[in-house]
């Protein structure tokens, strides 16, 4: 287990109900957040995603990257933040330096 899914599992056990990601108007609490997090893991291992990979994660400030990057963690794979307004040329730059096994967007 690593230590940022580590540190949510305690967060959870700790602070269960309590508001853990508030965007907007909505919110999750600490068991929603580990919930999706663990369907999204399941997910990453049916897609064959697996500790070492390295995954792009082109998202910006939304929920879905804190809940993506914490289920690529407790994978053991690389989390690669990508910045949404990235040029085309500066993407094509980091997508063959980068050894990317996906890129979400």
């Known amino acids: 287990m690593t230590l940022l899914y580590?540190?949510?599992t305690e967060a959870t056990r700790a602070q269960g109900s309590a508001k853990a990601l508030v965007y907007r108007d909505t919110y999750l609490?600490?068991?929603g957040l580990s919930h999706r997090v663990?369907?999204?893991v399941q997910e990453f291992s049916a897609m064959g995603i697996k500790k070492?990979?390295?995954v792009g994660l082109m998202l910006g400030n939304v929920p879905d990257f804190a809940?993506?990057?914490l289920a690529l963690?407790?994978?053991g794979a690389t989390v690669v933040?990508?910045?949404?307004t990235t040029g085309t040329r500066d993407l094509g730059l980091i997508m063959d330096t980068a050894p990317l096994?996906?890129?979400i967007t």
């Open 38 to 40: 663990d369907r999204r």
């Open 6 to 8: 580590k540190w949510l």
């Open 81 to 84: 933040p990508l910045d949404p």
């Open 73 to 75: 963690s407790k994978v």
């Open 67 to 69: 809940i993506l990057a």
């Open 101 to 103: 096994r996906a890129l």
């Open 52 to 54: 070492g990979d390295w």
């Open 29 to 31: 609490s600490w068991r």
